[in-house]
């Protein structure tokens, strides 16, 4: 590919600062296409076990004679790692609980406990929901069933992707109609890989989109902001006939899924 812009830009060879530039640009272009669409080569089908976690806490009775907030304990479910915070109201009731770590791996509802806080009598109920980690596997989901999706039975199952810290993570992704470690099918698109300079296998469909759209960088990079733009527009072209080949000739389409009330429906897009 470097060869293929070394002789696009007309020079005869790149200097090492210009080469790296030129494998920013690679990335950048890549990384756009690989994100356009559900390319068979990026996506994925596999069951995903999902981890059962703490979402929510319901406050059954608020108790009596609290002077302050009680502390909230966790029990039993198989789980750990769940933390709360409660708060109180001047009746001196636990008024509320807000969950400050969802914790991990339960496999029922725990038992929460109040201890502290002068007074007696709360009690509350978790509630629980299925979670999907991205982890560093996953980078988008576009769809999650109950069975394998190849095999005319399956269900969509909600899911709502949501963000979380983390240098390496990619997020993850909530069940709302789902609290069970019963495995699940994901469809999911594999996060971009980015390539080195010495890599030898950037996607083919790729390449001449890439190469055309690092032209244009070099181009504006130079102050040949026109001439860069006639650039990127040759690189949509191609990329637009990649994506032609996908999903009208070879029929590659993914369903329309539509969430409505925690029910889903698919029909064919």
């Known amino acids: 590919m470097l060869t293929n812009l070394v002789s696009m830009v007309g020079v005869d060879s790149f200097l090492t600062a210009e080469s790296t530039a030129a494998v920013r ?15 068979p080569f990026v996506s ?6 999902p981890d059962v976690r703490v979402r929510s806490v319901q406050v059954g009775s608020g108790g009596t004679s609290y002077t302050s907030a009680p502390t909230v304990a966790f029990s039993g479910g198989g789980g750990s790692s769940t933390a709360a915070t409660a708060t109180i109201n001047s009746d001196g009731e636990v008024n509320g ?17 109040f201890t ?33 999706p190849l095999d005319g039975n399956a269900s969509d199952i909600a899911y709502k992707n949501v963000y979380v810290t983390g240098a390496s993570e990619y997020g993850e992704a909530i069940l709302p109609d789902h609290n069970s470690t019963a495995p699940v099918w994901v469809y999911y698109r594999a996060p971009f890989p980015e390539y080195a300079s010495g890599a030898s296998d950037f996607p083919y469909v790729f390449s001449e989109y890439a190469v055309t759209g690092a032209t244009g960088d070099w181009l504006q990079t130079d102050g ?24 009208r000739q070879e029929r590659q389409t993914t369903p329309l899924q539509i969430i409505t009330y925690g029910t889903t429906a698919v029909s064919s897009a």
């Open 25 to 39: 640009s690679f990335n950048r272009f890549g990384k756009l296409a690989w994100d356009r669409t559900a390319w």
């Open 224 to 247: 040949q902001g026109d001439k860069a733009q006639v650039l990127y527009q040759q690189a949509e072209a191609i990329l637009q006939s990649e994506l032609d080949k996908l999903e």
């Open 116 to 148: 502290g806080g002068s007074g007696s009598g709360a009690t509350a109920t978790a509630s629980m929901l299925s979670y999907i980690d991205f982890g560093t596997t996953i980078s988008e989901i576009f769809r999650v069933t109950d069975h394998d």
């Open 97 to 113: 609980v807000a969950v400050t770590n969802n914790g991990t791996g339960f496999t029922g509802k725990p038992t929460i406990s």
């Open 44 to 49: 994925r089908i596999t069951q995903v076990i």
